[in-house]
T-cell receptor, first 113, second 115 residues
Framework: QKEVEQNSGPLSVPEGAIASLNCTYSDRGSQSFFWYRQYSGKSPELIMFIYSNGDKEDGRFTAQLNKASQYVSLLIRDSQPSDSATYLCAVNDYGGGADGLTFGKGTHLIIQP | GAVVSQHPSWVICKSGTSVKIECRSLDFQATTMFWYRQFPKQSLMLMATSNEGSKATYEQGVEKDKFLINHASLTLSTLTVTSAHPEDSSFYIC???????????FGDGTRLSIL
């Protein structure tokens, strides 16, 4: 049984600061890692994806992957009140076929103006 | 690009009714689509994988006779909740990929309330 663990929060960060979100996963066979943002009552929106160890940057967002430690993180620089949402970590095998995602329960992020 | 449309966005109906939810990929073809369910304060749980031209693959614990999936074309998958009961009330969300090993993009979801 694949498991994806996240701290549910809430994580409160002042506006303009760096928000750091963490995720661990149980299946060492996981190949693909995703961060989705979900506003209350809405469906998830893709923020970042990462497949290789190391860092991947896209604008204010940086995803970090450490497969040896089975750890994924998301950094949000210059946090804005509009970043307040639940952030879902998801993993996938992508073992040659198409697989559904295994989601964590999400971290509720609050950016304080 | 990569727009997934889901309809209807909200359904309220009586117990025993069957409800059909449509998921369309608007600007790409999707041989595979996915159906998830999310209960309040919970995360998304994969229900089934919808494969164009073949039977859907259901996750353990999901009743295939209750949740009928049809992937009739490369741009349309439907989920029918048959004889819905109050415990089926949930947020149902579909997703699709633009290609192999690509991220999944989600529809806006359907909020189903069974009275």
């Amino acid at each position: 049984q694949k498991e994806v663990e996240q701290n549910s929060g809430p994580l409160s960060v002042p506006e303009g600061a760096i928000a750091s979100l963490n995720c661990t996963y149980s299946d060492r066979g996981s190949q693909s890692f995703f961060w989705y943002r979900q506003y209350s009552g809405k469906s998830p929106e893709l923020i970042m994806f990462i497949y290789s160890n190391g860092d991947k940057e896209d604008g204010r967002f940086t995803a970090q992957l450490n497969k040896a430690s089975q750890y994924v993180s998301l950094l949000i620089r210059d946090s804005q009140p509009s970043d307040s949402a639940t952030y879902l970590c998801a993993v996938n095998d992508y073992g040659g076929g198409a697989d559904g995602l295994t989601f964590g329960k999400g971290t509720h992020l609050i950016i304080q103006p | 690009g990569a727009v997934v449309s889901q309809h209807p966005s909200w359904v309220i109906c009586k117990s025993g009714t069957s409800v059909k939810i449509e998921c369309r990929s608007l600007d790409f073809q999707a041989t595979t689509m996915f159906w998830y369910r999310q209960f309040p304060k919970q995360s998304l749980m994969l229900m089934a994988t919808s494969n164009e031209g073949s039977k859907a693959t259901y996750e353990q614990g999901v009743e295939k006779d209750k949740f009928l999936i049809n992937h009739a074309s490369l741009t349309l998958s439907t989920l029918t909740v048959t004889s819905a009961h109050p415990e089926d009330s949930s947020f149902y969300i579909c997703s699709a990929q633009t290609g192999p090993n690509q991220p999944q993009h989600f529809g806006d979801g359907t909020r189903l309330s069974i009275l």
